[in-house]
């Protein structure tokens, strides 16, 4: 299917499965067998690899009456604490697509363009610290930073950074900090528009952007332009940048191999980049609402952030696993996943959210050891294949 078709199909469901939500507040149980299947594909994550301590499941498709969650293994292997679905973990750049919605209902409300030079919403110094590296900041867009095509050095590439956080992992980094490793660590990849590399350095200028468009902290001004509140996402927060909501569980511990990240400073991956904290469920329920009219005002908007740059080249240094030019969007990419298209993000410790639009399916996952995405991805493969295949027994 053509590109432009495909979002056009898209932006359709959106109304459709409005109205559908509209029309069903709380959708029937399933046939027990489907929701027995999936809870047996979670607890085969655990069981057959041993590095994972605990994972969890949210799977919401409204053509087969399906809302579902479950978990396995454990949330704190120390104390022996059951992992469960309300079991909130550090979603990493699954933060990238809060942050690029919150970018574009902004702009919807008139605070910015995409297509407005990133000079024009960041503080004078950040604008003369990339100056000074080579960065022609009239030419950088804020569409570039959405689409990982600006030609900025990504400050997590290399390997000191990794570094640096291990041997200070209570170390509270900072924005300006992160921005500087840039500079110093890297030279630009190429002009805007030509090169696409996929940059957290990007993410960390969109939560700027955000804070002087629109004259609040970031996890304010990314609570109220996404709707936190009206989407109903309880169990998701920015972690020490504001209070972990109430009455829910502490988060599930993650684990780098044998080291146990709990502890961590969060700063070496808050400012837009990554950040927030959120539950499985409430990851399903955001992507949910961004695929059937639930963030933005207009239809233009959505089918926007399903649109990329074109024409951009990969680095010549580019992993075989790095995506290709064109598959990211603005804070999701397009995969082809057994035949379905999807749209989806992924997080450094293992987490996934994805909206498939052929089986009207959003899924969220996550297994609390950063080593263990083969399997993570494992899961939401087998996720995928049963309720499509499920859903061609289902009489029309």
């Not at 809302?67 to 990238?96: F, Q, Y």
């Amino acid at each position: 299917m053509p590109i432009r078709s495909l979002r056009l199909a898209v932006v359709i469901t959106f109304s459709a499965l409005t109205a559908a939500c509209q029309q069903a507040a709380a959708p029937p149980a399933v046939a027990p067998e489907i929701e027995a299947a999936l809870q047996s594909l979670v607890e085969a994550v655990v069981t057959d690899n041993e590095a994972i301590p605990g994972a969890a499941l949210h799977v919401d498709t409204p053509a087969l009456d399906l809302n579902w969650e479950g978990a396995a293994g454990l949330a704190d292997p120390e104390t022996g604490t059951p992992m469960t679905p309300e079991h909130p973990v550090r979603i990493a750049s699954n933060s990238k697509t809060f942050i690029a919605a919150a970018i574009l209902r902004a702009a919807e409300k008139g605070l910015l363009g995409l297509d407005d030079p990133i000079a024009d919403h960041l503080p004078e110094e950040f604008v003369e610290l990339l100056r000074s590296d080579g960065y022609d900041t009239r030419a950088m867009t804020i569409r570039h930073l959405l689409t990982h095509t600006s030609g900025l050095f990504d400050h997590t590439s290399p390997d000191a950074y990794a570094e640096a956080i291990l041997a200070e992992p209570t170390h509270r980094w900072t924005r300006a900090e992160q921005l500087q490793a840039a500079i110093a660590w890297g030279d630009p990849h190429g002009s805007p528009g030509e090169i696409y590399s996929y940059c957290d350095t990007g993410y960390v200028l969109l939560g700027e952007v955000l804070e002087q468009a629109t004259g609040q902290s970031m996890p304010q001004a990314v609570r109220e332009l996404v709707g936190f509140e009206q989407l109903g996402l309880d169990s998701t927060w920015w972690e020490t940048l504001e209070p972990p909501p109430e009455s829910i569980p502490d988060r599930a511990h993650q684990f780098y191999g044998d080291l146990d990240t709990t502890d961590f400073d969060p700063a070496f991956d808050l400012y837009g980049g990554g950040g927030l904290v959120a539950t499985v469920g409430d990851m399903a329920r955001f992507f949910r609402a961004l695929f059937s009219g639930g963030v933005y005002e207009n239809r233009a908007t959505a089918d926007a952030m399903l649109t990329t740059i074109e024409g951009t080249q990969p680095l010549p240094d580019a992993s075989d696993s790095a995506l290709p030019p064109g598959a990211y969007r603005m804070g999701l990419w397009m995969v082809e996943l057994d035949g379905h298209t999807t749209f989806r993000h992924s997080g450094f410790w293992g987490t996934v959210a994805m909206y498939v639009p052929q089986l009207e399916l959003t899924i969220a996952a996550t297994v609390n050891q950063n080593q263990g995405k083969g399997a993570l991805e494992n899961l939401v493969r087998e996720a995928v294949a049963l309720v499509g295949n499920a859903g061609e027994r289902v009489p029309n």
